[in-house]
């Protein structure tokens, strides 16, 4: 993560701006690794070899077009695109009109 959340901050945003960005695996896993500490299950899901990797490139650029990449390909990258923490601080943050960095402060500080 290249920033400390803060109340004002969207690492959500900045998440998915340098995933886009990835056009190797070794890429995309740096960004997934420095993300870890907020988006661990996007981590979990990376791509282990190129073969699958091409398939995620493939799907992501589907989904990029607005056409649904498939189910099979949804169960397997999905929380790459969108990891779980990441999709519900931003429905709250949208919800509240409130910063995302403020809703996963919060979010963290109210779980044991």
Do not use: N
């Amino acid at each position: 993560m290249r920033t400390e959340v803060t109340y004002v901050s969207d690492q959500a945003a900045d998440y998915v701006s340098e995933m886009r960005k990835c056009k190797t695996l070794s890429e995309l896993r740096a960004v997934l690794e420095d993300y870890a500490p907020l988006f661990p299950d996007a981590l979990a899901a990376c791509p282990k070899d190129e073969a699958e990797f091409a398939e995620f490139v493939k799907g992501r650029e589907e989904e990029r077009r607005g056409v649904f990449a498939g189910e099979t390909w949804a169960d397997r990258f999905i929380a790459i695109l969108m990891p779980m923490d990441a999709l519900e601080c931003s429905i709250i943050a949208d919800r509240m009109h409130v910063p995302w960095g403020l809703v996963y402060l919060r979010r963290k500080e109210s779980q044991p």
